[in-house]
């Protein structure tokens, strides 16, 4: 998994996408892996804010620690998600497209525990798979 980067373009301005996207909650509705968003202040994160989401991923419960590390309105998200399963960051961009926005997803990380002990193409394909599904409910979610 260590590089994952894709994107999409989405019928809506930045700033709904960067909403949509800055709000752990919505998490739940467009991750397939995300069980549960623990720990939120009921608030919009701001910088240094942390937050437990609880995963299913290829049949292990991940429970990982999400810190918001930049958020600049409407461009640009950058969180940490750490867990004994993996380190990873992750980078959301968004910039006006011919239609509505582009919405970009970049991680780069790495596996630990039992996942090393697996083909790392197994684990980036189950990753990459799972940021596909993701971006693709949030299109139907924001175009809706």
Known sequence: MPVTHESIDI????????????DPKTQVEINPSVREIRD??????KVGDQWTVVLDF???????TYTLVESHAPSRLVYTHTSN??????????EPAI???RVRYY???QPKGFF???ALNL???NFDNNVHKSLSAMKAQLES
């Open 11 to 22: 019928a809506c301005t930045p700033e709904a996408a960067f909403a949509f996207t800055a």
């Open 40 to 45: 939120l202040n009921g608030e919009q994160p």
């Open 116 to 118: 090393t002990t697996l």
């Open 123 to 125: 684990v980036k394909g």
């Open 107 to 109: 991680s780069n990380g």
């Open 58 to 64: 290829m049949g292990r419960e991940i429970i990982s």
């Open 85 to 94: 399963s993996a380190d990873i960051r992750i980078v959301w961009s968004f």
């Open 99 to 101: 239609v509505g926005t």
